[in-house]
């Protein structure tokens, strides 16, 4: 008996985990309407300018998501304000 609780908990924390790791930003980058945002080339090379190499770049969910190269080589996910280009958050490329 004593083993369900621990195995509900134990689901409870795993769940919280998965949750945390999805790829996108727990709120949107900009709550600007879409006709102040820049586009996605534009975006894209005011990411370049900060260093990054992108390799794939998209508007999601208020957000531009771009998949690149930071300067150790390392690769990241970047999710970008789509109004100035500012980087919100920065994950580690899964992919």
């Not at 908990?9 to 769940?15: G, I, L, Y």
């Not at 102040?36 to 999601?60: C, F, P």
Request: glycine share 4%.
């Amino acid at each position: 008996m004593r083993k369900i609780p621990l195995v509900l908990s134990v689901f409870a924390v795993c769940a919280a985990a998965t949750a945390a790791n999805a790829s996108d930003p727990s709120r949107a980058c900009t709550t600007a309407p879409e006709s102040q945002w820049l586009k996605i080339a534009d975006l894209q090379a005011k990411v370049e300018e900060q260093g990054y190499k992108v390799r794939k770049a998209k508007l999601k969910k208020g957000c531009g998501e771009l998949y690149a190269v930071d300067k150790s080589g390392e690769r990241i996910e970047l999710f970008v304000d789509p109004t100035n280009a500012k980087i919100v958050e920065t994950k580690k490329d899964e992919d």
